[in-house]
């Protein structure tokens, strides 16, 4: 139950794509929804967060899409660029940020140049 | 910008040997953590640590883990005897009140 999934495992898009990565999960206690970039040898870094009262948030090129029913949330990276190449992990956590991170799975993610 | 620091970023050491894992967090910040992650693998929490002990703990944290905070700076991990299976990236993380959870660049350990 305190599982969050994560796909797909890696995504290999053309620059200028539209990235997607989605997540799952069951416990209806989890109310902070992040997603986090990581880059090689680097520690996570925050990219953007949710929280589930709203269904969509958007910073720049970046999306979150959040279903609360389905208990479901997804990123979606438009204009997708080479830098962008990374490994993204969707993370959730219960009562607030301050409580311990649940990590999905990973997705590699590769934009063809 | 602020930063979580980390030392050292490798560390090899021998099975059954103690390791410190060091971590400066940022400087306002109230919750510290650790989460480690194996090669290829997601991120794992280890443990969180608030007004000076132990918040939270998952079933990887047993008792050859501990966590200490020996001055208003430094936040370290130690594992007593090591097994193979610790060889992984350890990250600390650290957060003022409900805001985002700032990952340090991490400690790759390796046991021999």
């Known amino acids: 139950q305190q599982q969050v999934k994560q796909s797909p495992q890696s995504l290999i898009v053309q620059k200028g794509g539209i990235s997607i990565i989605n997540c799952a999960y069951e416990n209806t206690a989890f109310d902070y929804f992040p997603w986090y970039q990581q880059f090689p040898g680097k520690g996570p870094a925050l990219l953007i967060a949710?929280?589930?009262?709203?269904s969509e948030k958007k910073e720049g090129r970046f999306t979150i899409s959040f279903n609360k029913s389905a208990k479901q949330f997804s990123l979606h990276i438009m204009d997708s660029q080479p830098g962008d190449s990374a490994t993204y992990f969707c993370?959730?956590?219960?009562?607030?940020?301050?409580?311990?991170?649940?990590f999905g799975s990973g997705t590699q993610l590769t934009v063809l140049p | 910008e602020p930063e979580v620091t980390q030392t050292p970023s490798h560390q090899v050491t021998q099975m059954g040997q103690e390791v410190i894992l060091r971590c400066v967090p940022i400087s306002n910040h109230l919750y510290f953590y650790w989460y480690r992650q194996i090669l290829g693998q997601k991120v794992e929490f280890l443990v969180s640590f608030y007004n000076n002990e132990i918040s939270e703990k998952s079933e990887i944290f047993d008792d050859q883990f501990s966590v200490e905070r020996p001055d208003g700076s430094n936040f370290t991990l130690k594992i007593r005897s090591t097994k193979l299976e610790d060889s992984a990236m350890y990250f600390c993380a650290s957060i003022w009140l409900q805001e985002t959870q700032y990952f340090g660049p991490g400690t790759r350990l390796l046991v021999l």
């Open positions: 949710i929280r589930p009262d709203v």
């Open positions: 993370a959730a956590s219960p009562s607030g940020s301050a409580r311990q991170l649940t």
